[in-house]
């Protein structure tokens, strides 16, 4: 296979109406992802690429992030078999967001708590807010899978 390459970022026109693609990642060399179901559209989860994540997930059609918190590549579902078969990779307009639509294998879910979605909670909005103190709704019922099952006793990834 030969190697992807990005192009150069030249000029507005080129980004936002060419063919070209020449992502625009932050200063800390990271992209943000936004990944949803390909058939339903649901939000199943936000991330992180960095441009080897971003090649990966190119090269092997499967989502591969970058873990700000752990400071390495997550191939999705290398552990938990919950892997994200990338149906379609989009990219914004000044290419500084993408947008995976995807098919998860194994039960379907994308979140290392174990639900489907990383979006399984609400919050309340307007009068509701102050009404319900600030509680958090939980939109999800049940978990798809048991983490500890999956993952073992190994340490949550996100920092507190």
């Not at 199943?44 to 690429?49: A, I, N, P, T, V």
Request: charged letters at 30%; hydrophobic letters at 30%; aromatic letters at 10%.
């Amino acid at each position: 296979m030969s190697e992807i390459t990005f192009k150069e970022r030249l000029s507005v026109e080129q980004v936002e109406e060419a063919n070209d693609l020449a992502p625009k990642f932050q200063e800390d060399g990271l992209i943000p992802v936004v990944t949803t179901d390909y058939t339903s559209g649901e939000l199943l989860m936000h991330g992180y690429m960095n441009e080897e994540a971003f090649k990966k997930t190119i090269e092997l059609s499967e989502a591969v992030y970058y873990s700000r918190s752990r400071k390495t590549l997550w191939h999705k579902g290398a552990t938990s078999g919950l892997t994200q078969i990338v149906k379609e990779m989009r990219i914004d307009d000044d290419q500084d967001c993408v947008w995976l639509r995807v098919e998860v294998q194994g039960n379907g879910a994308s979140c290392h708590v174990g639900y489907r979605s990383c979006f399984y909670r609400s919050v309340p909005t307007g009068d509701a807010f102050f009404e319900k103190n600030g509680e958090l709704a939980f939109e999800e019922s049940e978990k798809v899978f048991d983490p500890k099952e999956v993952y073992g006793d190994a340490p949550n990834p996100t920092k507190l």
